[in-house]
């Protein structure tokens, strides 16, 4: 699994969100954001994103912190994007993943103040 952590964390610096989603999100993956359901597949998380990624310009990504136990990775990103209209975004998120079989079945993400 931590082959597939690294290349999740490789590709999401990358601003590779969409190819992400399709490579290890599980066809029936629950995500979770705020504690709000994101989506219920792998489907409605590519659709509900590819609006927003494709508004992006301009991705600078950093990892933070990454931890693995078992199946659960841990990982805490800085994003900073800038949008087609030149308006900054600038947040730190963590992705609190289970993995199975190579895809991510479960995901929560947060966004946090600080690390």
Known sequence: ????????????????VLELCEKY???????LSN?????ESMRE?????KGYIGSIKEFDVNL??????????????????????????EYIGRHIQTWESGKIIREEYRNVESV
């Open 1 to 16: 699994m931590n082959k597939e952590v690294d290349d999740f964390i490789v590709m999401n610096q990358r601003g590779l």
């Open 25 to 31: 999100y599980a066809p029936k993956v629950l995500m």
């Open 35 to 39: 504690g709000e359901v994101f989506a």
């Open 45 to 49: 998380a590519y659709d509900k994103q």
């Open 64 to 89: 933070v912190s990454r931890s693995v136990e078992g199946n659960i990775s841990d990982l805490v990103f800085g994003y900073k994007m800038i949008a087609q209209d030149g308006k900054c975004f």
